[in-house]
């Protein structure tokens, strides 16, 4: 099921979801690129972010959401950033006409069922010495995903929630390191446990269904498109998430997972 992006609701915690992209380029090491690719772009500021740090390079930002990419567009307005529709489960990088020297996929291949084979290709297609980064929330057991599914279990709407919810999920971070070892990378990977304080001056009601609003939540919303129904399971959903994530003083902290994982293309074979 492709699920409809809102830019708006999704550029709510902007600072919160811009720190694991920075954390995860800060580890590519690349001095210069000719060619860098954003998969999963989203509505556009990251991808502007990758323009800036590479001037002299071409940046490609792929999304198969016409609202990311409107939203994106018009953050552009040097028209800095190719922007692509296209849906990456059958994307072909041999459209770009050039091996990337950096390619970049940030929260996004959760979205994707059977990425691991996708992410070995898009690494084989990179040009000697070029970068893949990666990062993934690892957060399916948490319980603002677990919570989501229990509130679904209980709606009278739960047959037709079942297949919205069932998520391409993420491999363990090994498999990610054994993929890109595998493809020719010297691989460099990790996990955090951001802790978000979200909405320190307490202006929201529930701001983590405001975040999951923007991301998880968004195919069972689709979903329920009875007014009554959806507010049925907001309330209950939303009431969950309160006891789960009191607020305290300093605000309402989400604790969030994360796989990182960055891989060099290595020049040669290696020995053995
Ligand atoms: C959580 S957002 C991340 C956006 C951006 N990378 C960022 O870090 O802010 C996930 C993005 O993946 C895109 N996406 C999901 N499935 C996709 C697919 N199969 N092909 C292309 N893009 C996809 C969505 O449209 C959305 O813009």
Same mark, same amino acid.
């Given at each position: 099921?492709?699920?409809?992006?809102?830019p708006e609701?999704?550029?709510?915690? =902007?600072?919160?979801?811009?720190?694991?992209f920075?954390?995860l380029?800060?580890?590519?090491?690349?001095?210069?690129?000719g *060619? @860098?690719?954003?998969?999963?772009?989203?509505?556009?500021?990251?991808?502007?972010?990758l323009?800036?740090?590479?001037?002299?390079a071409?940046?490609?930002? @792929?999304?198969?959401?016409?609202?990311m990419l409107? &939203? &994106?567009?018009?953050?552009?307005?040097?028209?800095r950033?190719?922007?692509v #529709?296209?849906?990456?489960a059958?994307?072909?990088?041999?459209?770009?006409?050039?091996?990337?020297?950096? @390619?970049?996929?940030? =929260?996004t291949?959760?979205?994707?069922p059977?990425?691991l084979?996708?992410?070995?290709?898009? @690494?084989?297609?990179?040009a000697?010495?070029?970068?893949?980064a990666?990062?993934?929330?690892?957060?399916?057991?948490?319980?603002?995903?677990? *919570?989501?599914?229990?509130?679904?279990?209980?709606?009278? !709407?739960?047959?037709r929630?079942? #297949?919205p919810?069932?998520?391409a999920?993420?491999?363990?971070i090994?498999?990610?390191? #054994?993929?890109l070892?595998?493809?020719g990378?010297?691989?460099d990977a990790?996990?955090t446990?951001?802790?978000?304080? /979200?909405?320190?001056l307490g202006?929201?009601?529930?701001?983590?269904? #405001?975040?999951?609003?923007?991301?998880? *939540?968004?195919?069972v /919303?689709?979903? *329920?498109t009875?007014? !009554?129904e959806?507010?049925?399971? /907001?309330?209950?959903?939303?009431?969950?998430?309160?006891?789960?994530?009191?607020?305290?003083?300093?605000?309402?902290?989400?604790?969030?997972r994360?796989l990182?994982?960055?891989?060099?293309?290595?020049?040669t074979?290696?020995p053995?």
């Open positions: 099921m492709s699920t409809r992006w809102d609701q999704y550029a709510r915690f =902007a600072d919160h979801r811009a720190r694991p920075v954390d380029l800060s580890r590519v090491g690349a001095g210069s690129a *060619l @860098v690719v954003d998969l999963g772009c989203g509505n556009g500021p990251l991808t502007l972010s323009a800036r740090r590479w001037p002299d071409r940046v490609v930002g @792929v999304d198969s959401s016409p609202q409107d &939203a &994106a567009r018009s953050l552009d307005r040097e028209r950033v190719e922007w #529709e296209a849906d990456l059958t994307w072909d990088s041999a459209g770009l006409g050039a091996a990337a020297d950096v @390619v970049v996929t940030n =929260a291949l959760q979205w994707l059977q990425h084979p996708l992410v070995g290709r898009w @690494v084989g297609a990179l000697p010495g070029g970068w893949f990666m990062q993934v929330p690892d957060n399916f057991g948490a319980p603002s995903h677990r *919570l989501m599914r229990e509130t679904a279990a209980d709606h009278p !709407a739960r047959e929630l079942r #297949e919810l069932r998520r999920g993420v491999a363990d090994a498999r990610y390191m #054994e993929v070892d595998g493809a990378c010297d691989v990790w996990v446990e951001y802790q978000h304080v /979200l909405d320190p202006e929201q009601e529930n701001p983590v269904l #405001e975040w999951v609003r923007g991301t998880g *939540l968004r195919p /919303l689709e979903t *329920l009875d007014p !009554a959806r507010d049925a399971f /907001l309330t209950d959903y939303g009431s969950r998430l309160h006891t789960a994530y009191p607020r305290s003083a300093i605000g309402v902290v989400l604790p969030f994360r990182f994982a960055v891989g060099r293309r290595r020049a074979r290696r053995g």
